[in-house]
């Protein structure tokens, strides 16, 4: 991360009795309230640079200290104190980190050119352009920090970051030559190793869902990029985000962090994780392979957790259903919502009867070729799922005969895994009678 000193005087400032003051032999004749804090502050050297304090200053006279709120000014107390340390001289470093704040209090202060030659605001632009915007790391720190503070609305910032971090994302790997994050499990960096083709996807994962959302859709227009790896983007971004309920507590993110849901998760953190769940949903790609059918399941399991809106959870279904092939019998236990520890088997059969759809309509040979190896994979993967809900001793027999049935006897070249599920749930069953008649006789 680049920086920027300005300034050459040591840090004079100090609080004493709650009150942010600088060391001087001339008393303060300006008071300034930013929020909590009160500053005791000089006209000279604050008005030489600040054409607001100028402004506000101009209808009065010497006398008393002169009170001043500023309490809407960008960046708070922080950004305010950057602002007046510059025009004390006050040695002062900027990076990426504090940019944002430092700008946007310098405009609101009007802190350029046309008040004082040699200004902050235009030192800022001067930083952001040769420096912050040539930066991987510190365009996406910029990006994150003017989003939190002022949304879309500070199109200065924002705009050219996007395009800063979209114009690196498409370059060839054989012309990345920055410091990126990438902790994928077994990936070791090492000297002269190729860049992965998806180096960029983890960075991105800290902006939030709006900003990420403008950078994936940017590199999608742009069309260099395969379906696949903006599908590992969403991959990386959900990993980060949004816990598997499965897992309950104990689940590793993308970075080996153990992430996990409150017990009673609060209904602010619920509504931004739906918002999150159903903006990566609109934006998978449409083409075939994009996203796995295990990611897919993963995101109705989290559907269910966050209760997503049912089209949200029926485009999940539709196309996990299609892709079900591809998925492990543990993707289809899919928690209730009301709880992780039960499951939510019509979600399950759901998917099932999108998969067995396919097979209604005409397809060409090699298609039906394709499908028939499918239907294989999703019949072992179905007597797996069944011979686990079979350990349930509390399932009910009727609904396990459904689900043992779900699947036609023609999709089966044998029943091998279906015989396994039924002597597992008779057994588990008849356990449970046997202590039931010990405990009643």
């Not at 000193?5 to 600088?22: H, N």
């Not at 990611?295 to 029926?314: E, G, H, I, M």
């Amino acid at each position: 991360m680049k920086y920027m000193k300005l300034g050459t005087k040591p840090d004079t400032f100090y609080t004493e009795q709650a009150v942010r003051s600088v060391a001087s032999d001339i008393p303060a004749d300006l008071i300034i309230h930013v929020n909590n804090t009160k500053y005791q502050l000089h006209k000279f050297p604050l008005l030489l640079k600040c054409g607001h304090l100028q402004r506000l200053c101009s209808d009065t006279e010497d006398g008393e200290p002169l009170p001043i709120a500023l309490h809407d000014i960008p960046g708070g107390e922080e950004a305010f104190e950057i602002c007046a340390k510059f025009c004390y001289g006050i040695a002062i470093s900027i990076s990426a980190s504090n940019f944002v704040p430092a700008m946007l209090a310098a405009r609101f202060l009007r802190m350029t050119e046309h008040v004082a030659k040699g200004n902050l605001v235009a030192k800022l632009e001067t930083f952001f352009d040769s420096c912050v915007l040539q930066g991987w790391r510190d365009s996406i720190a910029a990006l994150q920090a003017a989003w939190r503070i002022s949304g879309w609305s500070e199109s200065r910032i924002v705009q050219p970051c996007i395009d800063s971090i979209v114009e690196k994302i498409l370059l060839p790997t054989s012309k990345v030559a920055w410091s990126y994050t990438y902790t994928r499990p077994g990936y070791t960096k090492r000297p002269h190793q190729s860049v992965p083709k998806d180096w960029w996807t983890e960075d991105i994962s800290e902006l939030d869902i709006e900003v990420f959302r403008s950078v994936v859709s940017t590199v999608r227009a742009a069309r260099l990029l395969p379906p696949p790896l903006i599908g590992e983007a969403l991959h990386v971004y959900t990993c980060k985000h949004l816990p598997d309920p499965l897992y309950g507590s104990s689940e590793p993110g993308v970075n080996g962090q153990v992430q996990s849901y409150s017990t009673v998760a609060a209904e602010e953190t619920i509504a931004k994780q739906r918002r999150v769940l159903e903006t990566v949903v609109t934006m998978i790609p449409g083409d075939a392979g994009s996203v796995t059918g295990r990611f897919l399941l993963r995101l109705l399991r989290v559907a269910n957790y966050v209760s997503a809106s049912s089209s949200t959870r029926a485009q999940l279904i539709r196309q996990a259903g299609s892709q079900l092939d591809e998925a492990k019998a543990v993707d289809l236990l899919i928690p209730l919502p009301s709880d992780t520890q039960a499951y939510d088997i019509g979600a399950a059969e759901a998917v099932l009867e999108h998969f067995l759809a396919q097979f209604q309509r005409p397809a060409a040979p090699d298609e039906r070729r394709r499908m028939s190896i499918a239907m294989e994979k999703v019949v072992r993967i179905f007597d797996e799922y069944l011979q686990t809900i079979a350990l349930d001793r509390e399932f009910p027999i009727g609904k396990f005969v459904d689900l043992a049935e779900c699947l036609p006897d023609i999709a089966r070249n044998d029943h091998d895994g279906l015989y396994h599920a039924i002597d597992t749930y008779l057994k588990v069953t008849n356990q449970l009678r046997t202590k039931y008649y010990a405990k009643f006789s």
